[in-house]
């Protein structure tokens, strides 16, 4: 079954912890994105990877760390630094020209 | 600053009535724009794109250079696409795409 898995679905977590939200795809899609959903804002960009090994900053990264160590997998940290973590977080893949596919997305919520 | 604006959080219109959902962008370089839908429960998708010019579920979109918009419109709502609809810019040279904060279309009886 090919596609974009984002886990878990939902995840809690005590202030000054920090936890890793998982984003894989079977897709060999080139391009991962982390967005930010909250109610009224939309969609915001967190952090994107072109290529492996490779990553820049959205509009809002502060408080998130990424890496992109292979091309199926794009994890995204939620630090401590993140003042206020508790949203809805999308990861989506794109391949060159394409269009984005998303995730189902984790709900993290601060405890 | 490249943005992307959708101006209403909330459209309710009658089931059978027009649909226009607005959306305005602002970028230096020749855009491509998509428009995105989040039906209830189910994960976001795209709709539509502009370069492929298709009508998908009856909408349609045309971008419009010169007034920077490419609005979503459908001619005869059906209760079926009230969702979350989003609009979406990308910058081909860096992969980056940037949504509007989107817009809840409600299609009533």
């Known amino acids: 079954?090919?596609?974009?898995?984002?886990?878990?679905?939902?995840?809690?977590?005590?202030?000054?912890?920090n936890v890793t939200l998982s984003c894989e795809q079977?897709?060999?899609?080139d391009a991962m994105y982390w967005y930010r959903q909250d109610p009224g804002?939309?969609?915001?960009?967190?952090?994107?990877?072109?290529?492996?090994?490779?990553?820049?900053?959205g509009d809002i990264a502060e408080g998130y760390s990424v890496s992109r160590e292979k091309k199926e997998s794009f994890p995204l940290t939620v630090t401590s630094a993140q003042k206020n973590p508790t949203a809805f977080y999308l990861c989506a893949s794109r391949?060159?020209?394409?269009?984005?596919?998303?995730g189902q997305g984790t709900r993290l919520t601060v405890v | 600053a490249q943005r992307v604006t959708q101006p209403e959080k909330l459209l309710s219109v009658f089931k059978g009535a027009p649909v226009e959902l607005k959306?305005?962008?602002?970028?230096?370089?020749?855009?491509?724009?998509?428009?995105y839908v989040q039906y209830s429960r189910q994960r976001l998708q795209l709709l539509l794109r502009h370069i492929s010019r298709e009508s998908i579920k009856g909408f349609t979109a045309d971008l419009n250079k010169g007034e920077t918009s490419f609005h979503l419109k459908k001619p005869f709502a059906q209760e079926e696409d009230s969702a979350m609809y989003y609009c979406a810019l990308l910058y081909s040279s860096a992969s980056k795409i940037i949504f509007g904060s989107g817009t809840r279309l409600s299609i009533r009886p």
């Open chain 1, 1 to 17: 079954d090919g596609g974009i898995t984002q886990s878990p679905k939902y995840l809690f977590r005590k202030e000054g912890q």
């Open chain 1, 26 to 29: 079977n897709l060999n899609h």
């Open chain 1, 41 to 57: 804002q939309g969609l915001r960009l967190i952090y994107y990877s072109q290529i492996v090994n490779d990553f820049q900053k």
């Open chain 1, 95 to 102: 391949f060159r020209d394409g269009e984005a596919f998303f």
């Open chain 2, 23 to 35: 959306c305005n962008y602002s970028y230096s370089g020749s855009p491509e724009l998509f428009w």
